[in-house]
């Protein structure tokens, strides 16, 4: 994530991209979900991304994200 940070956070604003296309296979998000997640992502953009955060604060406000919902809890570990 460190290496395509500003990449990942225009993907996560704009709900699509290869890289968080990428991000969602890493985690394992199945192909059939990964529209739901896209979306979820851009709806929390916001928090997710920040000219302030790191990789590591982009991962930990993602997997707070998906804990808080219920389709997603799954994919934390």
């Known amino acids: 994530m460190t290496a395509n940070l500003d990449n990942l956070s225009q993907d996560i604003a704009q709900g699509q991209g290869e890289y968080l296309a990428a991000l969602a296979a890493l985690m394992g998000i199945p192909q059939n979900d990964q529209s739901a997640f896209f979306a979820l992502t851009q709806h929390n953009a916001s928090?997710?991304?920040?000219?302030?955060?790191?990789?590591?604060?982009?991962?930990?406000?993602?997997?707070d994200t998906l804990r808080a919902?219920?389709?997603?809890?799954?994919?934390?570990n």
């Open 47 to 63: 928090a997710l991304v920040s000219t302030n955060n790191s990789a590591d604060d982009m991962y930990a406000a993602l997997t």
């Open 69 to 76: 919902d219920s389709h997603f809890a799954g994919f934390t």
